[in-house]
Nanobody
């Protein structure tokens, strides 16, 4: 299963940005799809994830500012990021987990997209 991310870039503090990620390949199911991020010198952390059932989970630092949405029919997940802060600067990685068409479990990662929040 391959993931292609888009939407990263440079934004001023307080601004907004939307990331998107599309999954493709031999997909039978996507049980969870979401975003993680990694800043220089820090561990990768959860940003937001959305299950196929519609529930969402967010990292504490982004609650109330970021919103994850998913279009199941398009195997696509979006991350709307508002009120961005310099500490949101990181490489954002898309992640998807589920079963492929051979009923094998997959845990796939995108290549990452840079988000920089700076004036």
């Amino acid at each position: 299963v391959q993931l292609v991310e888009s939407g990263g870039g440079l934004v001023q503090p307080g601004g907004s940005l939307t990331l998107s990620c599309e999954a493709s390949g031999s997909i039978y199911s996507i049980n969870g799809m979401g975003w993680y991020r990694q800043a220089p010198g820090k561990e990768r952390e959860l940003v937001a994830i959305r299950t196929s059932g519609g529930s969402s989970d967010y990292g504490d630092s982004v609650k109330g500012r970021f919103t994850i949405s998913r279009v199941n029919a398009q195997n696509t997940v979006y991350l709307q990021m508002n009120s961005l802060k310099p500490e949101d600067t990181a490489v954002y990685y898309c992640n998807a987990r589920g079963y492929d068409s051979s009923w094998k479990v997959y845990d796939s990662w995108g290549q990452g997209t840079q988000v920089t929040v700076s004036s």
